[in-house]
């Protein structure tokens, strides 16, 4: 079975950093991608970004693109997520999913979410 | 930026039929894709490259593409179908992904 399996819930203060991550397991890592998504407290899906698995090759979304950071390590089949200069407005739920390459790319399955809280 | 638009609310009763639309200017070269949200939960794909359904998906999901429309279609809707909806594409270049605005069925 395919499972995304990400890190536990984060409260940070404005203007630190957190990283989020990702184990995969039951699939070829490589094989694919790993998208992250994130969902503010009563909002929709923003999509913040891509990362092919092999390559660490990445596409981030234009609204994180100056503070994020998404890295692969395939020896241990995990991706990262680094979100630099925390605003309040970062609060919100972040999913990682597996990325299958298409036009554009979709994610057919995902992890269950890490909370990230930015309170002072 | 490059948006997504879909209905906020659909509302049907057990046994209809619920459609969901999304238009978007590139949807004519970009495949869009449905994902199913319920609260507290995870999204889950429900319909991939306009109207392939994964496998697990109940056949009552499908999906059509018509110009710069995308359809979700859920035919004799369940009580366990009441969700958040979301369709995801991208801008003509296919760099900059988007997610729509999400649809909220409700089952009467």
């Known amino acids: 079975q395919i499972h995304l399996v990400q890190s536990g819930a984060e409260v940070k203060k404005p203007g630190a950093s957190v990283k989020v991550s990702c184990k995969a397991s039951g699939y070829t890592f490589t094989n694919y991608g790993i998208t992250w998504v994130r969902q503010a407290p009563g909002q929709g899906l923003e999509w913040m970004g891509w990362i092919t698995a092999y390559n660490g090759k990445t596409n981030y979304g234009q609204s994180v693109q100056d503070r994020v950071t998404m890295t692969t390590d395939t020896a241990t089949t995990t991706a990262h997520m680094e979100l630099r200069s925390l605003r309040f407005d970062d609060t919100a739920v972040y999913y990682c999913a597996r990325g299958v390459a298409g036009k554009p790319p979709y994610m057919d399955v995902w992890g269950k979410g890490t909370a990230v809280t930015v309170s002072s | 930026s490059y948006e997504l638009t879909q209905p906020p609310s659909v509302s049907v009763s057990p046994g209809q039929t619920a459609r969901i639309t999304c238009s978007g200017d590139?949807?004519?070269?970009?495949?869009a894709y449905w994902y199913q949200q319920k609260p507290g939960q995870a999204p889950v794909l429900v319909i991939y490259?306009?109207?392939e359904r994964p496998s697990g998906i109940p056949e009552r999901f499908s999906g059509s593409s018509s110009g710069t429309a995308v359809t979700l279609t859920i035919s004799g809707v369940q009580a366990e179908d009441e969700a958040d909806y979301y369709c995801q594409s991208a801008d003509s270049s296919g760099s900059a992904w988007v997610f729509g605005g999400g649809t909220k069925l409700t089952v009467l």
């Open positions: 590139a949807l004519p070269k970009q495949y």
């Open positions: 490259k306009d109207s």
